[in-house]
Structures are given as structure tokens and as C-alpha cells.
């Protein structure tokens, strides 16, 4: 067996393709792999416009794609691919090979490792294992995502949460949006304000969602988020999520607890000075040395 009949069946490339060289070039560490279609292909491909049968026209310039590594070496498919033209309309296209991903320089089997890893680390740490520049990274993971989202359904979406988030750690805001029975995030937009929800149902419908199908909002005490849903989304009740409502309880007990110590005098002091996490505490709830939390002294 040939080292190019061995990266034609590696590579899966079936009937339609083969590999006309395969070399390594041991002063840039790389194995190339130069492949090229076979007469077969032309049986099968049809002209996308009317199916009609198409033969080989001409073939682009010489296209490169970065491949998973052969061992550590960084392996580069190279390919002028043939452009059909249809027999019955004459419409001329470039014709796609199986090995292309959804970004022009990588394959699936390369995007595949590296959105594994995108998971993991931040896009810096990625291109730095990988080799490629993060510019080229992030364009391939926004096309993933474009093309993931358009297939996104939210017609079962009934129960929404939404929360700001700052950007930057700045006073630049954007709002997600989140279904909370699938537990997966909807959409994001710019802004904290009520404009928000309009581009929010926008998209939801855009997804097989509805506006009067939203029964629970839940988000904090935002006037601007209670406008939008009272506005957009007239079936939606708004909860206010627990740990807005929490946070507000606490601010409340220590606004209590500081107005006692500064009334009681010195005895009072003594016993609440420094309480405020007892306050905070629900006293079924035993701590962690099994106690069940003590109230200071009454007074
Ligand atoms: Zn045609």
C-alpha cells in the first residue's frame, strides 16, 4: 500500500477523491497532502439550481485546508477544485469537497478538535496549542454558532428568566435571556432597558417561538424589564427570582439590626455587634458543625 492509498482511506475519502501526493517537509514540520478528484465524482454531482447532470468545467486556484496532525506535525491539504457546469442551464459552481468545514482554511476533523478545546480554554490558550491565529479561531467559531443558532427551535418556550450582565467589567450592559424549563440561553442582546424584550420576541418568533405563549418572566426589580413584558408578552406573569428578593431581605434585616445597636445603648451593642450572619441564617437549617444556628441573647 501507497502512503497516499493509506491517507485516502485515513482521510475516508471514498470513491470520488483521491490523494495524488502526500510529502513532508521536515524544515516547516509539515505533511502535505495534495488531493484531487477522480472521474467518478462526475456521475454523482448534480447542478444545486435544477439537478440537472453537470461535467467538469475548470478547477479553481489552489485552496489550502489545515488538517488534524499527522503525530505532531502539522498536516495542510492542498486542492484545486473542479468547478461543474450544469448541461441543461450552463450555471457554473464550485463543487464541495467532504473534508471542508464551515470556515475556509480549516476541515470538520480540525474544527471538531478545536471547538472541543474552545470549550475548555480561553480562545488565547487555543491558538496557542493549535498553532493558527485566534482571529481566524473566532471567525470559525462564530460561523458554528450562526449556523447552530438558525437550526435552534424555541416553539416549547413558556417559562423565561432574564438578567443583565456588565461587559468589560464596565457600565456596559447586555441581557440574556434564558429558557428555564430547557435550561439553555435563548438570546443576548445589548442594553438593560425595555427595547430589550422587543428584539427578544423578535427572535423568539424568529424561532417557532410566540410572544402570548411566555406564561413566567422571572427577573430582578427592573422597572425597564416589568415595562417589556407588561408591553410584548401580555400571557407572561413576572416572578421576581429568588435571589433578588433574598439579597433585598438581607439589605432590609441589616438596615434593622443597625438601627437597633445605634438605639439600645451599650448592652444592645454588645449582643448584635457583629450578628449580622446569624440574621441572614434560616435557623432549621443546622450549620456545619450540626448545630442548629443560636439567636443572641433577648434582651
Ligand atoms: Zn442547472
Redesign the pocket.
Known amino acids: 500500500m501507497t502512503p497516499e492509498r493509506m491517507f485516502k482511506d485515513l482521510l475516508g475519502l471514498g470513491l470520488n477523491w483521491e490523494v495524488e501526493e502526500s510529502r513532508f517537509e521536515k524544515e516547516s514540520g509539515t505533511v502535505f497532502l495534495r488531493i484531487r478528484e477522480t472521474p467518478q465524482l462526475w456521475e454523482l454531482q448534480r447542478?444545486p439550481?435544477?439537478?440537472?447532470l453537470v461535467f467538469c468545467h475548470d478547477h479553481v486556484e489552489e485552496m489550502t485546508w489545515r488538517h488534524l496532525n499527522v503525530f505532531e506535525h502539522r498536516c495542510e491539504i492542498t486542492c484545486r477544485l473542479p468547478r461543474g457546469k450544469?448541461r441543461?442551464?450552463?450555471?457554473t459552481f464550485r463543487v464541495r469537497p467532504p473534508w471542508e468545514g464551515l470556515s475556509t482554511h480549516f476541515t470538520k476533523g480540525f474544527e471538531a478538535f478545536a471547538l472541543l478545546l474552545m470549550r475548555e480554554m480561553p480562545m488565547s490558550k487555543v491558538a496557542e496549542i493549535v498553532g493558527e491565529t485566534d482571529t481566524r479561531l473566532w471567525r470559525m467559531l462564530f460561523r458554528h454558532v450562526d449556523a447552530a443558532y438558525a437550526e435552534a427551535d424555541f416553539s416549547q418556550t413558556c417559562c423565561v428568566g432574564v438578567d443583565e450582565m456588565s461587559v468589560h467589567q464596565g457600565h456596559q450592559y447586555i441581557s440574556v435571556f434564558a429558557d428555564l424549563v430547557a435550561k439553555r440561553v435563548l438570546f443576548a442582546t445589548e442594553g438593560k432597558d425595555k427595547e430589550t424584550w422587543v428584539k427578544f420576541v423578535e427572535a423568539l418568533e424568529k424561532h417557532n417561538g410566540h410572544r402570548h405563549a411566555i406564561t413566567q418572566a422571572s427577573m430582578d426589580m427592573s422597572k425597564a424589564y416589568q415595562a417589556g413584558v407588561a408591553e410584548n408578552c401580555r400571557n407572561a406573569q413576572v416572578v421576581f427570582d429568588k435571589f433578588h428578593v433574598i439579597q433585598h431581605a438581607n439589605e432590609a434585616v441589616g438596615q434593622v439590626r443597625r438601627a437597633e445597636m445605634k438605639m439600645g445603648g451599650k448592652e444592645v451593642w454588645g449582643s448584635l455587634h457583629k450578628s449580622q450572619w446569624i440574621w441572614r441564617k434560616n435557623p432549621e437549617e443546622p450549620d456545619r458543625s450540626g448545630k442548629r444556628a443560636s439567636v443572641p441573647n433577648q434582651r
Open positions: 447542478c439550481k435544477d439537478g440537472g450544469c441543461k442551464c450552463n450555471h
